[in-house]
C-alpha cells in the first residue's frame, strides 16, 4: 500500500533526475544563505555549479554533529526566524545539545513523510494508533502524530511512561497499532504478564518501531508475545526525525529511505571513503526539500548498508539494514541519545566534581539502566562531609541527567582510584546490554 | 575546647572499611572511638583517634578523602538519666544534634559523648554555663 504511490514508485531514473535537481538547489540555497557553508564549501575548493551529477555529491564537505553542535542553537537554519513554524532540540547542556527548525512547509512533508511510513505499515483511517513515543522536544512522538492524523487515523497521543495507565487503555480503547521503542514495547508486556493480562488478546496487529536499534530477535519476541507483526522505521532528529526510512510489510527487509527527499550514502568512517553499494559503512545523509534545516553529507554515526534489490512492495525507493552499530561512542537510553561526552559536561558542571566518571549501561528487565560511578573528590569531600550533603550531590547529578540529558541515572559515588583513568570518553562506558 | 574528628568516605563495599583501618594500625595510629554513617552505597567512618594530624596525613597519602570535622566531647556519669541531663539542656536551649556516639571512660565510672552540632560554639557556651564537663581535644587524645 502506499500512501504517494507516484513518488514512492518513482522509476530510478527519473527519481534521479530529481534528486540531482533538488540537490543543485539546496545547494544554491545554503551556500547563499547559511555562513557555514560558504566556509566549507569554499575551504574545500568546490562550488555548487560544479555539482552536476550525484556522484559529484562526494566532492562535497560531510558535516558532523560537532558542526551543529558549534552552530548552536540557529546558526545553521536556512530562513529567517520568522518562517520557522516548529523547534526540536537533541538533549544536551547548552552548546552541546543540537537544534533543528521546520517552516510550515518542512512540517508538511514530514508529516507525509510520517503518512507514507504508516500506510507502508499497513496502516489506514480505520486504525487507531497508541503512540508510546515521547512528546516534546523529541522528534518521535510528535513526528509519529502527524504522521497518524495525515493518514486519518485516531491517535492516542499516550506519550512514555505510566506503563499501568498504557495497558489500562490498550485494553479499553483497543488500538490497532502501537508505536514505541522496542524495549518499551518488551517492558509493557512484562507489565501486562504482572497485571495478568494476555498481550495477544489486544486488539494490536502491528507495532512500529524505533528509535534505538532493534535485532531481529527482538522483533521476533515482540512479534510472539503480542501476536503482531513487528516492523522498524528509520529516523535521525537532525535530519528530520522519523520518516526517513521505513520497513515495508511486503519486504520486511530493510528500511526504505524516501529518497525524493534524502540522498543516503555510505562511508567508510575511518577514510571518509565513499562505499560501493551493499557495502558496510556510515550512513551520510543529505536533505534535500528541507527549508529551515537543510544538511549536506551529514554523517550520521549510525552504520549499515544499503540494499539496491528490487523490493516486492513495488518501491523504487533504495533500503537500508537495521541499525545495530555505531561509529561513535553514542550510548542509546530507552530511546534517548546520549553522548559521554554530554555527561561528562553535566558532571563538570557541577562545582566541586572531578569528572573521574564511569558509566554503565545495562538492562533491568527489558529497559535500559544507566549507572554512573562518580569519585568523590578531595574539594566535596573536605567540604561537604556529611552524609547529607553527599546525598544532595547524588541528587543534584539525577536531577541534571534528567533535565538537560533526559535520562534517569542511577549515581553510586565511589572512592577516588577505583575506577580506571583512561583518557577518551569511550573507555568510561561499560555497555552489559546484548543487543 | 573543640575536638577534632576524622571522617573518611567509604564505599560499601568488602574490604573499603579493611583497607581504611589497616593505613590507620601501619601509622601506628589509636582509635579513642568511632561510628558508621551508611547509606545504600557509600558510609562515612568517623573517628577519634591519638594523632590527628597523622592520621589526616596517611589516609590522604593512600588515596582516602578525608574531612575533619569539629565536635564536642561532654563526660557525664555511666549512670542512668545521664544522656538525658544533656539532651534536656539542649532541647530547652533550641540546639540541634547531627548526630552522637559514645564510649566509656577505662574507669567505667564516666561515659563521653561526642556530639556533632550545627554551631558548636553556642552548644558549649550552654554546657559549659550549665556545669556539664565538656572534654577539651588534648585530653581526649590522650584518654
Not at chain 1, 510520517?114 to 512528546?135: C, E, P, Q
Not at chain 1, 512479534?223 to 535530519?239: D, H, P, Q
Not at chain 2, 554513617?37 to 568517623?46: S, V
Request: a negative charge.
Amino acid at each position: 500500500m502506499f500512501y504517494n504511490e507516484e513518488f514512492e514508485t518513482l522509476p530510478r531514473e527519473a527519481l534521479q533526475a530529481m534528486q540531482i535537481k533538488r540537490l543543485q538547489q539546496v545547494l544554491q540555497r545554503v551556500y547563499h544563505t547559511v555562513g557555514h557553508y560558504k566556509k566549507s564549501l569554499d575551504a574545500a575548493g568546490v562550488k555548487p555549479d560544479d555539482i552536476k551529477s550525484l556522484t559529484d555529491l562526494r566532492k562535497l564537505p560531510f558535516m558532523t554533529r560537532s558542526d551543529l553542535q558549534n552552530n548552536y542553537p540557529f546558526g545553521l537554519f536556512a530562513v529567517p526566524m520568522s518562517s520557522v513554524v516548529r523547534l526540536h532540540a537533541s538533549a544536551g547542556t547548552s552548546g552541546r545539545s543540537t537544534v533543528f527548525g521546520y517552516t510550515k512547509r518542512d512540517v508538511d512533508t514530514w508529516s507525509e513523510l510520517m503518512a507514507r511510513s504508516l500506510v507502508a505499515a499497513g496502516l489506514t483511517k480505520n486504525d487507531i494508533v497508541h503512540n508510546a513515543f515521547g512528546y516534546g522536544l523529541f522528534t518521535t512522538g510528535l513526528g509519529m502524530h502527524f504522521g497518524a492524523e495525515k493518514i486519518g487515523a485516531s491517535v492516542i497521543p499516550m506519550s512514555g511512561g505510566n506503563s499501568k495507565r498504557q495497558i489500562m487503555i490498550l485494553q479499553d480503547f483497543g488500538p490497532t497499532a502501537i508505536c514505541c521503542t522496542p524495549s518499551y514495547a518488551l517492558h509493557l508486556a512484562e507489565q501486562g504478564g504482572v497485571l495478568g493480562v494476555d498481550m495477544k488478546a489486544l486488539k494490536l496487529r502491528v507495532g512500529i518501531f524505533g528509535a534505538e536499534p532493534c535485532s531481529q530477535q527482538v522483533c521476533d519476541e515482540i512479534e510472539k508475545i503480542y501476536g503482531i507483526t513487528a516492523l522498524n522505521f528509520y529516523g535521525l532528529s537532525e535530519v528530520m526525525g522519523p520518516g526517513i526510512g521505513m520497513e515495508c510489510l511486503e519486504g520486511r527487509n530493510g528500511m526504505h529511505i524516501f529518497e525524493d527527499h534524502f540522498l543516503v550514502e555510505t562511508i567508510d568512517p575511518q577514510t571518509g571513503e565513499v562505499l560501493p553499494e551493499g557495502a558496510e559503512g556510515e550512513l551520510v545523509f543529505t536533505t534535500l526539500t528541507k527549508e529551515a534545516f537543510p544538511l549536506v553529507r551529514y554523517r550520521s554515526g549510525d552504520i549499515s548498508r544499503l540494499i539496491t534489490d528490487p523490493c516486492r512492495c513495488g518501491r523504487s525507493h533504495i533500503k537500508i539494514e537495521r541499525i545495530v552499530k555505531r561509529s561513535d561512542d553514542m550510548l542509546i537510553i530507552r530511546g534517548v541519545n546520549v553522548f559521554p561526552a554530554q555527561v561528562e559536561a553535566v558532571l563538570t558542571d557541577i562545582e566541586g566534581l572531578e569528572p573521574h566518571y564511569q558509566i554503565i549501561v545495562d538492562k533491568s528487565g527489558a529497559l535500559d539502566s544507566l549507572e554512573l560511578q562518580v569519585e568523590v573528590s578531595e574539594k566535596t569531600f573536605s567540604e561537604s562531609g556529611s552524609v547529607k550533603e553527599l546525598q544532595n550531590i547524588e541528587r543534584r547529578i539525577i536531577k541534571d541527567m534528567k533535565d538537560y540529558l533526559g535520562v534517569s541515572a542511577r549515581v553510586k559515588l565511589v572512592e577516588p582510584n577505583t575506577l580506571q583513568h583512561t583518557p577518551g570518553q569511550a573507555a568510561k562506558v561499560i555497555d552489559k546490554r546484548r543487543i | 575546647m573543640k575536638v577534632e574528628q576524622i571522617s573518611i568516605f567509604l564505599e560499601n563495599r568488602p574490604g573499603s572499611l579493611e583497607h581504611a583501618t589497616r593505613v590507620l594500625e601501619e601509622a601506628n595510629i589509636n582509635i579513642r572511638t568511632l561510628t558508621v554513617a551508611e547509606t545504600a552505597d557509600f558510609g562515612i567512618l568517623r573517628l577519634i583517634v591519638n594523632d590527628v594530624e597523622k592520621a589526616n596525613a596517611v589516609l590522604k597519602e593512600n588515596g582516602f578523602r578525608v574531612n575533619k570535622t569539629a565536635v564536642v566531647a561532654v563526660e557525664v556519669p555511666d549512670r542512668p538519666g545521664g544522656l538525658h541531663s544533656i539532651m534536656k539542656v539542649l532541647g530547652q536551649e533550641g540546639i540541634n544534634v547531627e548526630y552522637l556516639y559514645a564510649f566509656v571512660e577505662k574507669s567505667g565510672e564516666n561515659a563521653v559523648i561526642i556530639f556533632r552540632f550545627d554551631n558548636p560554639e553556642k552548644a558549649i557556651e550552654v554546657l559549659l554555663a550549665n556545669k556539664f564537663t565538656v572534654v577539651p581535644g588534648a585530653k581526649l587524645y590522650e584518654f
